[in-house]
């Protein structure tokens, strides 16, 4: 995208939507930086007694579908394997969740952590996710 501004060829549209997407990216960024509720969460995540959890099942399905998408398409720019690639970020995620415990990344093997009684909306997704990428839960 860079080029945009070096051809001698006016590319006002492709310009301004260059301009839109990293005036949308510094705006995120300096939200992340002022936030001390992120800073909250960060800390809490890290912490093995909490975990992150969705107010209900819908917001819970549309966020962990927009995490799989964005895996998606950062799959096809850096990895020859997409299957693999997406398997062991939704796995990543899944564990800064604090919903699993991975114990070998490379063969796909982790521990649920979640209680399906108590966590039900939670472990509801995870299970839908693993199933719909064929990630075996043993």
């Known amino acids: 995208m860079e080029n945009l501004f070096f051809t001698k060829k006016l590319m006002l549209k492709n310009r301004n939507e260059l301009s839109k997407l990293n005036e949308s990216k510094i705006i995120k ?13 960060i800390y809490q995540s890290r912490n093995l007694n909490n975990i992150i959890s969705f107010l209900d099942y819908d917001s819970g399905k549309e966020n962990i579908s927009a995490i799989v998408k964005e895996l998606q398409s950062k799959a096809k720019q850096v990895s020859t394997n997409n299957s693999q690639y997406i398997k062991k970020h939704i796995l990543k995620v899944f564990n800064n969740f604090n919903w699993i415990s991975i114990q070998n990344l490379e063969n796909l093997k982790f521990q649920i952590n ?17 199933k719909k990428l064929g990630i075996n839960s043993f």
């Open 29 to 41: 960024f300096h939200q992340i930086l002022e936030d001390k509720k992120h800073h909250i969460w």
């Open 114 to 130: 979640l209680k399906e009684k108590t966590h039900r909306i939670d472990f509801q997704l995870l299970m839908e996710t693993l």
